[in-house]
């Protein structure tokens, strides 16, 4: 978790330099839409997920790993 005093998008490209896997961005709307957005150290482009969409796909990456 992020607490700094910067603006998200700084948080953002702080972390992404920082080469973090997933960035999880979860605000307001996302807490009532019990969604997350997703940025990707491999995609360029926000992604928007369920939690559940989300526990998915981290799951079955890190079976695939094995």
């Not at 999880?24 to 996302?30: A, Y």
């Not at 019990?34 to 998915?56: G, M, Y």
């Amino acid at each position: 978790m992020d607490k700094t005093n910067e603006t998200l998008g700084k948080k953002i490209r702080s972390n992404k330099t920082k080469k973090t896997p997933y960035l999880l961005v979860v605000g307001e709307k996302e807490e009532k839409e019990n969604t997350v957005s997703i940025n990707a150290r491999d995609n360029k482009e926000q992604e928007v997920l369920s939690l559940s969409q989300f526990t998915e796909k981290i799951l079955k990456e890190i079976i695939n790993k094995k």
